[in-house]
Protein backbone atom coordinates (compact mmCIF):
# COMPACT_ATOMS: atom_id res chain seq x y z
CA UNK A 1 0.00 0.00 0.00
CA UNK A 2 1.36 3.40 -1.00
CA UNK A 3 1.36 6.40 0.65
CA UNK A 4 0.16 9.56 -0.02
CA UNK A 5 0.80 12.12 2.56
CA UNK A 6 3.45 14.38 2.16
CA UNK A 7 3.85 14.11 -1.50
CA UNK A 8 3.84 16.25 -3.69
CA UNK A 9 0.36 15.58 -6.65
CA UNK A 10 0.25 17.89 -9.48
CA UNK A 11 -3.29 17.90 -10.55
CA UNK A 12 -4.57 19.42 -13.75
CA UNK A 13 -8.30 20.37 -14.34
CA UNK A 14 -8.05 21.19 -10.66
CA UNK A 15 -11.52 23.75 -11.35
CA UNK A 16 -13.55 21.30 -12.77
CA UNK A 17 -16.25 19.46 -11.09
CA UNK A 18 -14.09 16.15 -10.64
CA UNK A 19 -11.08 18.06 -10.37
CA UNK A 20 -12.33 20.04 -7.43
CA UNK A 21 -13.28 16.65 -5.32
CA UNK A 22 -9.77 14.63 -6.25
CA UNK A 23 -7.91 17.54 -4.46
CA UNK A 24 -10.47 17.39 -1.53
CA UNK A 25 -9.33 13.83 -1.18
CA UNK A 26 -5.86 14.34 -1.84
CA UNK A 27 -6.35 16.92 0.99
CA UNK A 28 -7.74 13.95 3.81
CA UNK A 29 -4.28 12.16 2.90
CA UNK A 30 -2.59 14.83 3.86
CA UNK A 31 -0.93 15.49 0.71
CA UNK A 32 0.85 18.89 -1.05
CA UNK A 33 -2.02 19.30 -3.71
CA UNK A 34 -0.48 21.73 -6.77
CA UNK A 35 -4.09 22.73 -8.60
CA UNK A 36 -3.46 23.44 -12.34
CA UNK A 37 -5.68 25.49 -14.11
CA UNK A 38 -6.93 28.78 -16.08
CA UNK A 39 -8.89 30.06 -13.53
CA UNK A 40 -7.29 31.52 -10.59
CA UNK A 41 -10.29 32.36 -8.20
CA UNK A 42 -11.77 28.98 -8.63
CA UNK A 43 -8.13 28.08 -7.78
CA UNK A 44 -7.66 30.02 -4.80
CA UNK A 45 -10.46 28.58 -3.17
CA UNK A 46 -9.74 24.87 -4.20
CA UNK A 47 -6.47 25.68 -2.53
CA UNK A 48 -8.41 27.00 0.93
CA UNK A 49 -10.21 24.17 0.92
CA UNK A 50 -7.26 21.64 0.77
CA UNK A 51 -5.55 23.34 3.43
CA UNK A 52 -8.83 23.64 5.39
CA UNK A 53 -9.26 19.71 5.06
CA UNK A 54 -5.32 18.77 6.39
CA UNK A 55 -3.72 19.30 3.18
CA UNK A 56 -1.02 21.55 1.80
CA UNK A 57 -2.76 23.96 -1.20
CA UNK A 58 -0.69 25.53 -4.01
CA UNK A 59 -2.35 27.14 -6.80
CA UNK A 60 -1.13 27.90 -10.36
CA UNK A 61 -3.36 29.61 -13.10
CA UNK A 62 -1.59 28.30 -16.41
CA UNK A 63 -3.10 27.17 -19.87
CA UNK A 64 -1.65 23.58 -20.35
CA UNK A 65 -2.73 23.90 -23.97
CA UNK A 66 -0.02 26.00 -24.28
CA UNK A 67 2.52 22.68 -24.11
CA UNK A 68 5.65 24.72 -25.14
CA UNK A 69 5.35 26.00 -22.25
CA UNK A 70 5.31 23.20 -19.65
CA UNK A 71 8.59 23.65 -18.92
CA UNK A 72 8.00 26.79 -17.27
CA UNK A 73 5.17 25.10 -15.21
CA UNK A 74 7.53 22.16 -14.23
CA UNK A 75 9.82 24.85 -12.96
CA UNK A 76 7.82 26.71 -10.92
CA UNK A 77 6.49 23.64 -9.12
CA UNK A 78 9.97 22.88 -8.78
CA UNK A 79 10.73 25.89 -7.04
CA UNK A 80 7.64 26.57 -4.70
CA UNK A 81 6.81 22.81 -4.04
CA UNK A 82 9.82 20.56 -4.63
CA UNK A 83 10.08 17.48 -6.58
CA UNK A 84 6.80 16.11 -8.01
CA UNK A 85 5.58 12.85 -6.59
CA UNK A 86 2.43 12.40 -8.76
CA UNK A 87 0.79 13.86 -11.89
CA UNK A 88 -2.54 13.36 -12.55
CA UNK A 89 -3.68 14.32 -16.11
CA UNK A 90 -7.08 15.56 -15.49
CA UNK A 91 -7.92 18.40 -17.91
CA UNK A 92 -10.13 17.98 -20.34
CA UNK A 93 -12.06 19.99 -23.09
CA UNK A 94 -15.21 18.12 -24.50
CA UNK A 95 -17.23 19.11 -27.63
CA UNK A 96 -20.20 17.22 -29.25
CA UNK A 97 -20.15 17.15 -33.06
CA UNK A 98 -21.21 15.27 -35.95
CA UNK A 99 -17.04 14.83 -37.12
CA UNK A 100 -17.73 16.61 -40.38
CA UNK A 101 -18.52 19.49 -38.59
CA UNK A 102 -15.74 19.92 -36.13
CA UNK A 103 -13.42 22.52 -37.37
CA UNK A 104 -9.40 21.79 -37.39
CA UNK A 105 -9.05 24.50 -34.34
CA UNK A 106 -11.37 22.16 -32.19
CA UNK A 107 -9.33 19.21 -33.20
CA UNK A 108 -6.75 20.44 -31.93
CA UNK A 109 -7.96 21.69 -29.33
CA UNK A 110 -9.31 18.27 -27.86
CA UNK A 111 -5.80 16.49 -28.95
CA UNK A 112 -3.73 19.09 -27.16
CA UNK A 113 -5.69 19.42 -23.42
CA UNK A 114 -6.97 16.08 -23.16
CA UNK A 115 -3.79 13.85 -24.34
CA UNK A 116 -0.33 15.91 -26.04
CA UNK A 117 -0.39 18.15 -22.50
CA UNK A 118 -0.17 15.20 -20.04
CA UNK A 119 2.18 13.35 -22.76
CA UNK A 120 4.65 16.39 -22.54
CA UNK A 121 3.80 17.43 -19.11
CA UNK A 122 4.63 13.20 -17.33
CA UNK A 123 7.87 13.86 -20.18
CA UNK A 124 9.32 16.85 -17.94
CA UNK A 125 8.69 15.19 -14.90
CA UNK A 126 9.58 11.31 -15.66
CA UNK A 127 13.40 11.33 -15.24
CA UNK A 128 13.20 13.05 -11.97
CA UNK A 129 11.17 10.40 -11.05
CA UNK A 130 13.30 7.41 -12.88
CA UNK A 131 16.32 8.97 -11.17
CA UNK A 132 14.79 8.76 -7.65
CA UNK A 133 13.05 5.45 -8.91
CA UNK A 134 9.84 6.72 -7.35
CA UNK A 135 6.52 8.24 -8.49
CA UNK A 136 3.29 8.06 -9.93
CA UNK A 137 1.09 8.87 -13.51
CA UNK A 138 -2.61 8.85 -13.26
CA UNK A 139 -4.76 9.31 -16.24
CA UNK A 140 -8.57 10.84 -15.85
CA UNK A 141 -9.20 8.61 -19.26
CA UNK A 142 -13.12 7.54 -20.18
CA UNK A 143 -15.11 4.58 -21.61
CA UNK A 144 -15.41 6.42 -24.10
CA UNK A 145 -11.79 5.64 -24.88
CA UNK A 146 -12.81 1.78 -24.81
CA UNK A 147 -15.26 2.06 -26.79
CA UNK A 148 -16.04 5.42 -29.38
CA UNK A 149 -18.73 7.43 -28.43
CA UNK A 150 -20.81 8.31 -31.59
CA UNK A 151 -20.86 12.52 -31.73
CA UNK A 152 -18.14 12.80 -29.58
CA UNK A 153 -15.29 11.26 -31.94
CA UNK A 154 -12.21 13.87 -30.85
CA UNK A 155 -12.82 12.89 -27.38
CA UNK A 156 -13.15 9.19 -27.92
CA UNK A 157 -9.65 9.48 -29.52
CA UNK A 158 -8.01 11.53 -27.24
CA UNK A 159 -8.63 9.26 -24.52
CA UNK A 160 -8.40 6.59 -26.27
CA UNK A 161 -4.78 7.61 -26.91
CA UNK A 162 -4.46 8.14 -22.55
CA UNK A 163 -5.10 4.76 -22.66
CA UNK A 164 -2.58 3.01 -24.54
CA UNK A 165 -0.02 5.42 -23.58
CA UNK A 166 -0.35 4.65 -20.37
CA UNK A 167 -0.45 1.00 -21.24
CA UNK A 168 2.93 1.70 -23.45
CA UNK A 169 4.63 3.43 -20.61
CA UNK A 170 4.06 1.33 -17.14
CA UNK A 171 5.51 -1.47 -19.96
CA UNK A 172 8.32 0.70 -20.58
CA UNK A 173 8.72 1.69 -16.88
CA UNK A 174 8.53 -2.45 -15.44
CA UNK A 175 11.81 -2.38 -14.11
CA UNK A 176 11.24 0.72 -11.38
CA UNK A 177 9.35 1.99 -9.31
CA UNK A 178 7.52 4.50 -11.13
CA UNK A 179 3.45 3.44 -11.23
CA UNK A 180 1.20 4.61 -14.20
CA UNK A 181 -2.65 4.32 -13.75
CA UNK A 182 -5.56 4.90 -16.08
CA UNK A 183 -8.76 5.39 -14.34
CA UNK A 184 -11.93 5.13 -16.28
CA UNK A 185 -14.77 6.96 -15.17
CA UNK A 186 -17.38 6.35 -17.06
CA UNK A 187 -20.73 8.43 -16.58
CA UNK A 188 -20.86 10.90 -13.73
CA UNK A 189 -23.13 13.12 -12.37
CA UNK A 190 -20.60 16.15 -13.50
CA UNK A 191 -20.96 15.11 -17.41
CA UNK A 192 -22.15 16.99 -19.95
CA UNK A 193 -25.01 15.15 -20.60
CA UNK A 194 -26.26 16.46 -16.98
CA UNK A 195 -25.69 20.16 -17.99
CA UNK A 196 -27.84 19.50 -20.83
CA UNK A 197 -30.62 18.10 -18.51
CA UNK A 198 -30.57 14.57 -20.25
CA UNK A 199 -30.59 11.37 -18.52
CA UNK A 200 -28.03 8.91 -19.05
CA UNK A 201 -28.27 5.67 -21.51
CA UNK A 202 -30.44 3.05 -19.90
CA UNK A 203 -28.23 0.57 -18.25
CA UNK A 204 -25.63 3.34 -17.20
CA UNK A 205 -24.31 4.07 -13.82
CA UNK A 206 -23.89 7.31 -13.36
CA UNK A 207 -21.25 7.95 -10.30
CA UNK A 208 -20.70 10.81 -8.09
CA UNK A 209 -17.62 12.98 -8.83
CA UNK A 210 -16.37 11.84 -5.26
CA UNK A 211 -16.01 8.48 -6.57
CA UNK A 212 -14.17 9.47 -9.15
CA UNK A 213 -11.82 10.68 -6.35
CA UNK A 214 -11.88 7.24 -4.59
CA UNK A 215 -10.71 5.51 -7.44
CA UNK A 216 -8.16 7.35 -8.13
CA UNK A 217 -6.79 7.39 -4.54
CA UNK A 218 -7.01 3.40 -4.91
CA UNK A 219 -4.89 3.69 -8.19
CA UNK A 220 -2.15 5.66 -6.39
CA UNK A 221 -2.56 3.70 -2.92
CA UNK A 222 -3.14 0.02 -4.59
CA UNK A 223 -0.58 0.76 -7.38
CA UNK A 224 -3.76 -0.35 -9.94
CA UNK A 225 -2.79 -0.38 -13.77
CA UNK A 226 -6.59 0.42 -14.57
CA UNK A 227 -9.76 1.38 -12.49
CA UNK A 228 -13.10 1.71 -13.87
CA UNK A 229 -16.12 2.83 -12.14
CA UNK A 230 -18.60 0.83 -13.60
CA UNK A 231 -16.85 -2.62 -12.29
CA UNK A 232 -16.76 -6.00 -13.78
CA UNK A 233 -20.07 -6.67 -15.99
CA UNK A 234 -18.49 -3.42 -17.89
CA UNK A 235 -14.81 -4.88 -18.48
CA UNK A 236 -16.55 -8.11 -19.96
CA UNK A 237 -18.82 -6.02 -21.94
CA UNK A 238 -15.62 -4.00 -22.93
CA UNK A 239 -13.72 -6.60 -24.01
CA UNK A 240 -16.68 -8.66 -25.94
CA UNK A 241 -17.33 -4.70 -27.85
CA UNK A 242 -13.39 -4.93 -28.89
CA UNK A 243 -14.03 -9.31 -30.11
CA UNK A 244 -17.11 -8.25 -32.07
CA UNK A 245 -17.45 -4.45 -32.46
CA UNK A 246 -20.78 -4.28 -34.87
CA UNK A 247 -22.62 -6.53 -31.57
CA UNK A 248 -20.76 -2.69 -29.39
CA UNK A 249 -22.55 -0.51 -32.24
CA UNK A 250 -25.97 -2.57 -31.37
CA UNK A 251 -25.58 -2.10 -27.56
CA UNK A 252 -24.90 1.39 -28.09
CA UNK A 253 -27.64 2.04 -30.20
CA UNK A 254 -30.32 -0.06 -27.88
CA UNK A 255 -29.12 2.03 -25.01
CA UNK A 256 -29.86 4.88 -26.11
CA UNK A 257 -26.22 6.43 -26.08
CA UNK A 258 -26.30 7.23 -29.89
CA UNK A 259 -29.50 9.49 -29.34
CA UNK A 260 -28.71 11.53 -26.01
CA UNK A 261 -25.06 12.04 -28.05
CA UNK A 262 -26.90 13.39 -30.95
CA UNK A 263 -28.73 15.80 -28.91
CA UNK A 264 -25.94 16.94 -26.76
CA UNK A 265 -24.38 18.07 -29.91
CA UNK A 266 -27.28 19.58 -31.53
CA UNK A 267 -27.49 21.71 -28.30
CA UNK A 268 -24.00 22.38 -27.75
CA UNK A 269 -24.20 23.47 -31.78
CA UNK A 270 -26.79 25.90 -31.04
CA UNK A 271 -25.51 27.22 -27.67
Known sequence: MTSIAGKTVLLTGASGGIGAFIARALAKEQATVVSVSRSQAILEQISAEVEALGGKGISIPFDISKVEELSILVQQINQLAGQIDIVINNAAVEKYRPFQNYSLEDIYSILTTNLIAG?????????????????????????????????????????????????????????????????CPGYTA??????????????????????????????????????????????????????????????????????????????????
Open 119 to 183: MELTRLILPSMIARNSGHVVNIASGSGKKGAPYNSIYSASKAGLIMWADALRQELADTNVEISVV
Open 190 to 271: AGMFVAFGQPAPSLARVAQPNDVAIAVLKAIKENQPEVMLDGVLTRLLFSNIQLFPKFGDAIYQWIGLRKLNKTCAENQMRG
